[in-house]
């Protein structure tokens, strides 16, 4: 298994930037995907951005292309989520997951260990 913790996430104002870093432990010694998700107030959690193991692989809501970066570093066994020009839309609690495959799956439910959230605040 393994566990995930989010860290990062605080008050920014618009058009700022933002660094989110989800640090994983327990059996790292496996080859998973990742990936970020967001959850608004009284919205669905949705997802955000998707890396595979290798990191060769990436993908991006439609709502964060240009502005977001995903990457990875396994040696350290964490995996980030860059966040430049934010918009008071991008307000919600970021989450990060675990797949337990080594690309990025295609359903949520494939996204089998989760961290607890870090809430992101974007004032205008």
């Known amino acids: 298994q393994v566990q995930l913790v989010e860290s990062g996430g605080r008050l920014v104002q618009a058009g700022g930037s933002l660094r989110l870093s989800c640090a994983a432990s327990?059996?790292?010694?496996?080859?998973?995907?990742m990936g970020w998700f967001r959850q608004a107030p009284g919205k669905e959690r949705e997802f955000v951005s998707g890396i595979s193991w290798s990191g060769g692989s990436i993908s991006y809501a439609d709502s964060v292309k240009g502005r977001f970066t995903i990457s990875r570093n396994n040696a350290k066994n964490t995996t980030y989520l860059q966040m430049n020009s934010l918009k008071p839309e991008d307000t919600a609690v970021y989450y990060c997951a675990a797949a337990q495959t080594p690309w990025i799956p295609t359903m949520i439910g494939d996204f089998k260990s989760w961290g607890q959230g870090t809430q992101v605040t974007v004032s205008s």
């Open positions: 327990g059996r790292t010694f496996s080859t998973y995907a």
